[in-house]
């Protein structure tokens, strides 16, 4: 390579981090990597989405802060790409830059009512209980004696058994100590698990489920009759172990007498959501048969909170395919109406939707290094002027959080963590991130 190669990767989620990693984890490859990310705090969901009570999966923020051990590779966290910096500036001074900021936004489900107070996306009550800085969830939504959650996906059961958890089981996780206050005293006593197909389509894994039906704070239902399959179907199921395997934790489920407890989570299949009732804040939700519409109930509810996937949001400067919620991509190369964009790459959720586990970003990131690695030749001979980025954040006065200031947050929050007899807290206030970075009001002792 005639000089290095100057990457920078937008947004600091597994899959930008992955890509850092493998761009820089050959010794002899002259690459630099910046990676801006618009909140203070590394890790994307890994930190806001991943349940906390999952610190198993969440361990793997140790390998993703690695990434940051190679001189090579910088954090800027924020700085958010778009407004503090566009991307056209980003493209004359870096030779690629690799979106990877993920899928932020809710899938809707397109049902009358879905914009009544008492509605909303299961990510505001998720961002709420990880602290996310931006979360906006009415905690006094909980004031409900019955809530739903829609779609039967690993987000829902996560959600489902968040409301349950105990508080000794959240003082064992990073929760800030508001949200412990909150689950421990909500009015929520039945949750209702919904999804629109039949128990043979659920989306949630078999680990996930049993995890659940473990809880000891909560009677886990599942009706017999919600399991009873098709003629047509049960061969089909037959033949899919993973599904047979699900079917089966269900059935055992189903075949349990419920303990008593006080709070129950229930499960229904074959509804479909058509309406949710109320003037302005949601009282009920009206579930048709989704193999027969005839059949429709009416549930009380008010808290709804579908959990029905995510979409990515439109860059400036970045095509978007609105149908897929997604940026287009041919092999990882951004695509403007089939035209390539020359020096633009995705990765992540922002290139796949939201599937697959932490690790699919890992094999994501490898593809998209290889696109980036396979036109470096051609890359580098545009000419690009050693402007560095840092000049123009500090001229428009943006607070840079870099690695450094990241981990004075991660002791504070140890620090925190302390104090109530925990091995960390979560900050979950931005201005309170600052300060403990030693740029917020108080510098950081
Ligand atoms: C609720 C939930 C629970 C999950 N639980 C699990 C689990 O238990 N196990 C598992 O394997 N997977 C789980 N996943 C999936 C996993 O989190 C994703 O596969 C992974 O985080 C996607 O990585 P990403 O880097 O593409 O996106 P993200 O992790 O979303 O990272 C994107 C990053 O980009 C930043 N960003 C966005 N826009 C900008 C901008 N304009 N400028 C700068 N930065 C920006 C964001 O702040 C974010 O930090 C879960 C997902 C969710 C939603």
């Known amino acids: 390579m005639a000089r290095r190669l100057r990457v920078a990767v937008v947004g600091s989620g597994p899959a930008g981090l992955y890509c850092a990693q493998i761009l820089t984890e050959d010794a002899d490859r002259d690459v630099t990597v910046d990676v801006f990310e618009r909140l203070p705090t590394p890790f994307g969901l890994v930190r806001y989405g991943v349940a906390p009570d999952h610190q198993k999966i969440k361990s793997i923020v140790a390998s993703l802060a690695e990434t940051f051990e190679s001189p090579r590779v910088r954090f800027l966290g924020n700085v958010t790409v778009g407004s503090d910096v566009t991307i056209e500036e980003l493209r004359a001074r870096y030779d690629a830059v690799v979106l990877a900021s993920g899928a932020p936004l809710d899938r809707r489900l397109g049902v009358a ?263 470096a030749a051609t890359l580098l001979e545009r000419d690009r002027p050693d402007e560095p980025i840092d000049t123009l954040l500090q001229a428009r006065g943006v607070t840079v959080i870099d690695w450094h200031r990241w981990q004075l947050i991660e002791a504070a929050e140890a620090r925190l963590g302390a104090e109530h007899g925990r091995d960390r807290v979560k900050l979950y206030d931005r201005e309170l991130m600052l300060t403990a970075a030693g740029v917020g009001g108080t510098p950081a002792s």
């Open 113 to 375: 009512g879905e914009d009544l107070t008492g509605v909303l996306a299961a990510r505001n009550f998720v961002s709420w209980y990880s602290g996310h800085p931006d979360a906006d969830f009415d905690t006094s939504l909980l004031d409900v004696e019955r809530a739903m959650v829609i779609g039967v996906g690993n987000v829902a059961l996560d959600v489902a058994r968040m409301l349950v958890r105990t508080p000794d089981e959240l003082r064992r996780t990073d929760v800030p100590e508001h949200v412990i206050e909150v689950l421990a005293g909500h009015a929520v006593r039945e949750m209702l698990v919904v999804g629109r197909r039949g128990p043979q389509f659920a989306k949630f894994t078999n680990k996930e489920l049993v995890e659940l039906a473990a809880v000891d704070s909560a009677d886990v239902i599942v009706a017999p009759e919600e399991l009873l399959l098709p003629e047509a179907e049960q061969a089909r199921v037959a033949a899919q172990p993973a599904v047979k395997r699900l079917l089966a934790s269900l059935q055992k489920i189903a075949g349990r007498e419920p303990y008593g407890r006080d709070r129950r989570i229930r499960f229904l299949f074959d509804r479909t959501p058509v309406e949710f009732l109320g003037d302005t804040t949601v009282t009920a939700a009206r579930l048709a048969r989704t193999t027969d519409p005839t059949i429709v109930e009416d549930l009380d509810t008010g808290l709804i909170l579908p959990a029905v996937g995510y979409r990515s949001t439109a860059l400036s400067g970045v095509p978007f395919d609105d149908s897929s919620g997604t940026i287009p991509h041919r092999d990882s190369r951004v695509l403007d109406r089939d035209a390539q964009v020359s020096g633009l790459y995705v990765v992540g959720w922002a290139k796949r939707g939201p599937s697959g586990v932490i690790g699919t970003n890992r094999l994501c990131a490898s593809e998209t290094v290889a696109a980036v690695l396979e036109d």
